[in-house]
């Protein structure tokens, strides 16, 4: 958005071409680079030079797609939705999906209070099978409560089965959670966690390439998962077949630098089986949350914690330093009274809580949120009017 | 032996040392190696310069046990036992042992029909806890089988839970099995698995480093395992607790440049921690025998089959000859078909079918065997009198 508050060019023309480009297009995402957003908007609605490298047939098709887009009515929607367009360059962008070069999306619909770039730099994703087992279901939600617990915030895709089972385990720890979705987001999918997905939006994110009201196919579910490897310090597979779509993100994952984890099962299950062969060549194995932080919290370069806080107080937003100024001196206080004591709610002040958790201003202390020595340190001698 | 079947001086000298030094004990074996066997035998019972690095209260403690020796009583009561001893030079000697160092066996008791060097050569240890679940029961006994299968001699400690399933899948499969105990190996330990001990001795092997009517001492366990570690391929662990002996001879068998592979079980399972600690770090990861076999058949060096037989036909044992020209010329045969037409019994078929599997001639094909590729080739020409 511009100063104003009117949307700027840059973003409606990211937005129009997620109507055109399908995610992961690595053609579409070197022309935005080559000859940016505006210039390829401009090329498909008015016509003139075709983009290099695209057929006459493929050039024809995008230029039907571009006839339908109305990027001012997807932002509409949006906003009725609750839901804001997050593209590079914006504040709240997550960095490290500039990791995934031509193939980094075009922008993300965003539905939630946090700030994605904040959530995302403490994050892990927790994938697997939709038919997993209850073992399966079990790990995923102790890993997902345990990573919660800790401070970290759990990524995954919302689907049945595990992805299912990894935002519960966080939501019922008070944690924080994110789903990246195949589809619009203000369209959950699947339908049967219509309620999980709301849960999710109202108490952490729920993100997506597509515009609103947009449908998941077999491809976009595939290409969704580099945005879940992407935006993530590492991936955990809980259970997986042969060939299953989450063996695929932790390979992402792996090519990103990310850490690669998976949990193991009897060798007698099938749905270990994809694991356990990932486990022989790819990744680490895990088997509680314990393991996970172990590794993803040595990646000493996204862990802002470990050198004190980056950000200094008074660019934080105005909400989220009365958050900061809500915590006792000197003990943990639960989430509620932190809330209270911010008027805010308790879901508002558990998204700030991350935040500063991910500026290493705050830390999880058993059921409730402390300062941390360096924020302590720091807020000294001029906690006042924090 | 000598030629005359009188001991020679060298075996009784180390048979007499199995009565005073503890197995593993590296200065016995710096002694041994320094003054040869007879020397130290020599200063021993005679008296004269102690060895060096001896304090005088061991000097005298390890004096008062020589005095106890007689290596022509252990080597009578052996005999009687069905029991041989063999020692370094011995052409039954496994020349892999000398990897250990100082710490190699001064020999090994050995009961059973087979050639301990041939077995050796192809053989894979199945090893692990004790307590185990009933999926370490069924994941011991089903790779011990297919292990078996595929020609593989599976080495356990003859304990009961993993090592006990192990014994039993690869006798269940018509397979050879090889079981290092930590006492006399004519004093079956524990005494629930005499049974399994003595039909182990008669299908198979079972070796140990004590002398006849040993027992077994906890350390005498540990030090055990790293004959089971050394004699072998590779080391499978298939269900082991945290500090667990079965990680010990994993870690003998990495240092050794064996390969180590554990079999992953539910992360939730207290008898999986161990091996999923071993994975982390030292061990590769295997569902089952195929899993094992594609690891351990690699160690090309150690792997005749893979060059064709080594050995020329003349230098086999009569009796081994004879069970080779049993095998029919272009077909499978079952063992029971070739003891008969070699005239021996089945399970001494089976014992010479497993050495002439280690050296290259004959393979397992189903249930039956048959003649390698190699093998055919190389006795054309010249098959009659095999």
């Not at 279901?137 to 409560?145: D, L, Q, R």
């Not at 994952?253 to 790819?282: C, I, N």
Request: hydrophobic fraction near 40%.
């Amino acid at each position: 958005m511009s100063a104003t508050g009117a949307p700027d060019d840059e973003l409606l023309a990211r937005v129009f071409l997620t109507r055109v480009v399908e995610p992961g297009d690595e053609a579409g995402g070197r022309w935005v680079r080559e000859f940016g957003a505006r210039e390829v908007v401009r090329r498909l609605r008015d016509g003139g030079r075709p983009l290099p490298g695209v057929s006459a047939r493929r050039w024809t098709g995008l230029r039907a797609r571009a006839e339908q887009a109305e990027p001012h009515r997807d932002l509409a929607a949006a906003r009725e939705a609750g839901v804001r367009f997050v593209c590079p360059g914006d504040g709240e962008w997550p960095g490290q999906l500039d990791d995934l070069g031509d193939a980094r999306p075009l922008g993300l619909w965003v539905r939630g209070r946090p700030s994605l770039r904040m959530w995302a730099l403490r994050s892990v994703a927790v994938v697997g099978a939709r038919a997993c087992t209850e073992y399966g279901a079990h790990m995923a939600a102790t890993i997902a409560a345990g990573l919660a617990e800790q401070g970290w915030v759990v990524v995954s895709g919302g689907a049945y089965g595990v992805d299912g089972a990894a935002h519960r385990g966080a939501l019922g720890a008070g944690g924080a959670t994110v789903a990246v979705l195949a589809c619009g987001v203000d369209r959950p999918y699947p339908q049967g966690h219509t309620e999980l997905i709301t849960r999710i939006a109202d108490q952490g994110l729920v993100v997506g390439e597509l515009p609103p009201g947009d449908h998941p196919t077999p491809s976009r579910f595939v290409l969704r998962n580099r945005v879940i490897a992407a935006l993530t310090r590492g991936t955990v597979v809980v259970e997986a077949a042969h060939r299953s779509g989450s063996l695929a993100t932790a390979r992402a994952a792996r090519r990103l630098g990310r850490h690669t984890m998976g949990v193991p099962g009897p060798a007698t299950s099938g749905l270990s089986a994809g694991v356990h062969e990932l486990l022989r060549t790819d990744a680490v194995l895990v088997t509680d949350a314990a393991d996970v932080v172990e590794l993803v919290g040595a990646m000493g370069e996204l862990a802002p914690e470990r050198r004190g806080p980056v950000l200094p107080r008074d660019l934080l937003g105005p909400a989220t330093r009365e958050v900061l100024a809500a915590l006792p001196a000197r003990r943990a206080a639960p989430a509620t009274e932190i809330a209270r004591s911010a008027q805010t709610s308790a879901d508002d002040a558990v998204a700030r809580l991350y935040e500063l958790r991910a500026l290493g201003y705050v830390e999880r202390h058993g059921d409730g949120w402390k300062l941390t020595r360096q924020a302590t340190t720091s807020l000294r001698g001029g906690r006042g009017p924090c």
